[in-house]
Nanobody, 120 residues
Framework: VQLQASGGGLVQAGGSLRLSCAAS????????MAWFRQAPGKEREFVAA???????TYYADSVKGRFTISRDNPITVSLQMDNLKPEDTAVYYC???????????????WGQGTLVTVSR
């Protein structure tokens, strides 16, 4: 499975962005997907995850109610980010593997990252 993340950019606080992660590989439709982020000088942290059917999702407390993860089709997962805050500034990575988890060590496939910058 190969993952390609896109959709990052510069936005003002309170604005919105939509990230997408497209996968190649015939087994992707059976994989759970997740988004992680890494802010400058900080460790990578979990943001959101969705299971392979799209029926279960999980969010970090810091983004709950503002971000929505969804499976748009069998090969694309999106992260809709609303009411963005400066502290959301980070490189966002999509990840995939068989099980939905918040632990980055359990994801074997990663995208290259896309930068989100939220200005005050």
């Amino acid at each position: 499975v190969q993952l390609q993340a896109s959709g990052g950019g510069l936005v003002q606080a309170g604005g919105s962005l939509r990230l997408s992660c497209a996968a190649s590989g015939r087994t992707f439709s059976r994989y759970a997907m997740a988004w992680f982020r890494q802010a400058p000088g900080k460790e990578r942290e979990f943001v959101a995850a969705i299971n392979w059917t799209g029926g279960r999702t999980y969010y970090a407390d810091s983004v709950k109610g503002r971000f929505t993860i969804s499976r748009d089709n069998p090969i694309t997962v999106s992260l809709q980010m609303d009411n963005l805050k400066p502290e959301d500034t980070a490189v966002y990575y999509c990840a995939a593997d068989y099980y939905m988890t918040t632990n980055e060590d359990e994801y074997g496939y990663w995208g290259q990252g896309t930068l989100v910058t939220v200005s005050r």
